[in-house]
């Protein structure tokens, strides 16, 4: 599968953003899909996952109750709408996809796309 993230972008504390991650190739409905993200001179982290029906989702504590992640597979898309941003939100944001649900490290995900920039100015 190949991933496409987009909707980054500049926004003030308090905003939000919706970023996007369309698939394209092997059926978007058979992934587990996840986005983390990686600020200067920090790992790359988990922020949110989603089952593939959709019905089951995970959050990191730092972004849970201010973030949604979501999936419309009819789109090949996943979704991460971001709200209440924080400087501490700004960082380089990557979907991910893989296989098996639960999983919260980057080096069990098999698939990545490119980042999206996500900066928060107070």
């Known amino acids: 599968v190949q991933l496409q993230a987009s909707g980054g972008g500049s926004v003030q504390v308090g905003g939000s953003l919706r970023l996007s991650c369309a698939a394209s190739g092997r059926a978007f409905s058979a992934y587990v899909m996840g986005w983390f993200r990686q600020a200067p001179g920090k790992e790359r982290e988990f922020v949110a996952a989603i089952s593939r029906t959709g019905g089951s989702t995970n959050y990191a504590d730092s972004v849970r109750g201010r973030f949604t992640i979501s999936r419309a597979d009819a789109k090949n898309t996943v979704y991460l709408q971001m709200n209440s941003l924080k400087p501490e939100d700004t960082a380089v944001y990557y979907c991910?996809?893989?296989?098996?649900?639960?999983?919260?490290?980057?080096?069990?995900?098999?698939?990545w796309g490119q980042g999206t920039q996500v900066t928060v100015s107070s």
């Open positions: 991910a996809a893989d296989f098996t649900w639960g999983r919260m490290r980057d080096d069990e995900y098999d698939y």
